[in-house]
């Protein structure tokens, strides 16, 4: 039913990363690592004042990182920390530079007690000619129940493993 998937996602700490390891182990696809130009500072409270100012200015950090041929894929997991009850500024800028007409978007999001914010509202500002489709989202690393939570949810999305 679902061919051609991107895993697409940020992680400052690894959480995300381990998050999005673990739906490319489930449903396959290409995995790719969004990375900022610039790194966020090794300091996790400098990250979150830097994180704040940028969302708040809608500042998009340029990226390193790009994939080619975006529009060889159809579904497009998007992944990232909630930071300040949204998407990370890197993940803003990968959604407003390449053209997700027409594709679905599954967000998922680890946090530290946000849950999912207004991801999905956003990503959806962002993407306003895609289906999104309800985000995932993982407390810290998701405890040892992560990866049940995961298959539980890809399942609910018409994924089966």
């Known amino acids: 039913m679902r061919e051609n998937i991107l895993i697409a996602y940020y992680s400052r700490s690894g959480n995300t990363r381990k998050l999005a390891q673990l739906i490319h182990q489930k449903v396959d696809g290409t995995l790719h690592e969004i990375q900022p130009e610039v790194p966020y500072p090794a300091s996790y409270n400098a990250t979150v004042e830097q994180a704040k100012k940028e969302i708040q200015?809608?500042?998009r950090p340029p990226l390193k990182t790009r994939i080619e041929h975006i529009e060889a894929y159809d579904t497009i997991f998007i992944g990232s920390p909630?930071?300040?009850?949204?998407?990370?500024?890197?993940?803003?800028?990968?959604?407003?530079?390449?053209?997700?007409?027409?594709?679905?978007?599954?967000p998922f999001c680890t946090h530290g007690g946000g849950g999912k914010g207004r991801i999905e509202k956003d990503i959806a500002k962002l993407c306003p000619q895609s289906t999104v489709m309800p985000a995932l989202a993982i407390y810290g690393s998701g405890g040892r129940d992560v990866?049940?939570?995961v298959s539980a949810w890809l399942e609910s999305l018409g994924f089966t493993s």
């Open 57 to 59: 200015a809608g500042f």
């Open 147 to 149: 990866e049940s939570q």
């Open 82 to 106: 909630n930071w300040w009850s949204t998407i990370a500024p890197p993940i803003a800028t990968f959604l407003e530079e390449n053209n997700l007409a027409g594709k679905t978007i599954i």
